[in-house]
């Protein structure tokens, strides 16, 4: 909870900042998922608004210790739509910090409706929402951790995967090392 009020980004909100203990998390999502298994962590919630009509979501979750030193964004599915709390779950039980996105709107991931009369919402899905996430995310470990990562990796499949790909293309420097399945 320290953390959101001393962290300061231009057109980020953080709304949620929690140590959740070790065990089982039930993500805040309906239907809820439950994932188990993990070890505690700060979960940090928020959203960036780079344009007027962007709402990009993000978690960012981040070991209390055992931190390897390493970040990893997972990629979403199909038109995204929503966090991928399931992908994240595995590098955090790996000593990973992770980071994901809903692509800057909130839908089913076959519904593509979203983007109808939103040309910034086509941008923030099509590659803005990815930039927003990983920079914010760096700075809020750096924030919590007082060290940014030594090594980042992208992982994605599906839209993940064409996500990694512009992640390559776009931002060359932001990843060591970017798995783009099925793009």
């Not at 980071?99 to 076959?110: F, K, M, P, R, V």
Request: glycine share 10%.
């Amino acid at each position: 909870s320290q953390l959101a009020s001393n962290f300061h980004r231009p057109n980020t909100t953080i709304t949620t900042a929690q140590t959740v203990p070790a065990g089982t998390f039930v993500t805040p999502t309906v239907p809820p998922q439950t994932i188990t298994g993990l070890p505690q962590f700060c979960r940090v919630a928020g959203f960036t608004t780079p344009t007027s009509d962007s709402h990009i979501n993000f978690q960012v979750w981040v070991p209390e210790s055992g931190w390897n030193l390493k970040y990893l964004q997972a990629g979403c599915g199909g038109f995204c739509g929503s966090i991928s709390y399931g992908s994240m779950a595995e590098p955090l039980r790996r000593g990973y910090a992770a980071a994901a996105t809903d692509d800057g709107h909130q839908a089913s991931g076959i519904d593509a409706s979203w983007a109808v009369g939103h040309p910034e919402k086509v941008v923030d899905f099509g590659y803005r929402s990815l930039k927003e996430t990983t920079d914010v995310a760096k700075d809020i470990i750096m924030a919590f951790k007082s060290n940014s990562p030594r090594r980042s990796y992208f992982v994605g499949c599906s839209d993940g995967g064409r996500e990694a790909l512009m992640e390559a293309q776009r931002y060359p420097r932001d990843f060591d090392g970017i798995v783009a399945g099925s793009p």
